[in-house]
């Protein structure tokens, strides 16, 4: 089998990018409602145009990648990504943008599916596990930093320096004044176009697909949809990226309305950290599914989850900046608990019951909108309370799930005998 550490760290890469262009839209949801003037639906719409298509995507993908192989697909992925960039930079307006997340999200969906495959051959089997860790930490790193970058350019571009460096003044000419948050879709376009630059003139080893990467054949869809236990996991999947999105994408808008926080300094900022510490906080929750069942790390985390949701909404400002953010912390060990419980709570087909799991992104998509129409209606506030039935969705997974393996955990009094030994 080949190895390459030259393609391990273009998946590394690969992730660190498909993560600054799909982790900004909080930030920038602020700009979106006051520069073109739309209702807080409108703006959630913006969501659902990115995640409705990274969900419709992520069954075809798979069969595109055994179609076609990993290299033409990425490059075919990152083109759409930077096509859906530069298209918004140069003609920024509502529409605009819901064509370019659109299109940014079909992208990005189908390079989650052909990575993963060819990270575990370049790296080897025997690592795979440590270097999927280590991808996350990647993507979540990018996450933290992509917020950071659109407050600098806002910043900068707002009130520019006397002497501006090169890049705030080639920004400036391509960006219109009145939008200086635009400016960040020009930097996803070169990011998208570099890595195009990179994948073409770059070597892949050959990958053979495992069952559980496959796409599955119909009869194997067929045959999941009948079962109850998959649907349940459907719509936990749907429900916790719900929270996820909901959360990051409206905490900036909510500390701006009712604390009157600088969407471009502040609310960046508590976007930043929510996806710093949900990257954290997986490091946090390896340890801990080491020690319990993780149906009990999955109810734990998902109480604490509720009540810094509620501080953030109810309590002062001091509060809410950083209750938000710690959100993240606990959401981080939903995700990889939820998918384990799902693939160990049926017997055959993981591959296709993957591809199944992976649609529930469209919890990205519709969440998000759900909010803005309950905040047109009767608030922000209100709408983000919708985030209790998300929230509370996944926290009763871990009272009904009935895996048919649970996971490994370690026998402390076992291993304090052995220490005292």
């Known amino acids: 089998m080949a190895r390459s550490r030259f393609a391990v760290i273009l998946v590394f890469l690969t992730f660190f990018v498909i993560s600054l262009l799909t982790n900004i839209l909080g930030p920038v949801v602020p700009d979106i409602i006051g520069s073109f003037h739309v209702s807080l639906a409108a703006a959630g719409f913006l969501a659902f145009a990115f995640f409705i298509a990274y969900g419709v995507m992520s069954i075809p993908a798979g069969f595109l990648v055994e179609r076609f192989t990993e290299k033409p697909v990425m490059v075919l992925a990152f083109l759409a990504g930077a096509v859906g960039s530069l298209s918004f930079a140069v003609f920024p307006g509502y529409r605009m943008a819901i064509i370019s997340y659109f299109t940014i999200g079909a992208g990005m969906a189908v390079l989650q599916v052909a990575i993963n495959p060819l990270l575990r051959v370049a790296g080897g089997e025997e690592n795979y596990a440590f270097n999927s860790t280590l991808a996350q930490l990647v993507f979540g790193s990018a996450s933290f930093v992509s917020p950071r970058i659109y407050s600098y350019l806002v910043l900068n571009l707002k009130d520019p320096p006397p002497d501006p460096n090169v890049l705030i003044h080639v920004l400036r000419r391509g960006t219109p004044a009145e939008l200086p948050w635009a400016s960040i879709y020009w930097i996803f376009a070169v990011a998208a176009m570099a890595m195009v630059t990179i994948l073409f003139f770059a070597k892949f080893p050959k990958v053979r697909h495992t069952e559980e990467e496959r796409a599955g054949s119909l009869d194997m869809y067929q045959a999941l949809m009948r079962q109850k236990v998959v649907w349940l996991y459907f719509a936990a999947m749907f429900a916790y990226v719900g929270c996820e999105q909901g959360t990051a994408d409206w905490m900036s808008s909510f500390l701006s309305q009712y604390h009157h926080f600088d969407p471009h300094t502040v609310g960046a900022s508590a976007v930043s950290w929510f996806w710093g510490l949900l990257t954290a906080g997986c490091v946090v929750g390896m340890l801990l599914l080491k020690i319990f069942d993780s149906r009990k790390v999955l109810i734990g985390a998902s ?119």
Do not use: Q
């Open 303 to 421: 109480v604490c989850a509720l009540c810094c949701l509620s501080a953030a909404l109810f309590g002062p400002a001091r509060v809410a900046v950083i209750a938000f953010p710690a959100v993240g912390l606990f959401a981080s060990v939903m995700w990889p608990i939820v998918v384990s419980l799902a693939l160990n709570s049926v017997t055959e087909f993981h591959g296709s019951f993957s591809g199944i799991l992976g649609t529930g992104i469209i919890g990205g998509a519709i969440v998000p909108v759900i909010i803005g129409r309950i905040g047109d209606a009767t608030g922000l506030r209100s709408g983000m309370a919708f985030l209790y039935v998300t929230f509370g969705f996944v926290f009763g997974v871990g009272f009904w799930a009935r895996p048919i393996i649970n996971n490994a955990t370690m026998n402390l009094k076992e291993a304090r005998a052995g220490i005292a030994d």
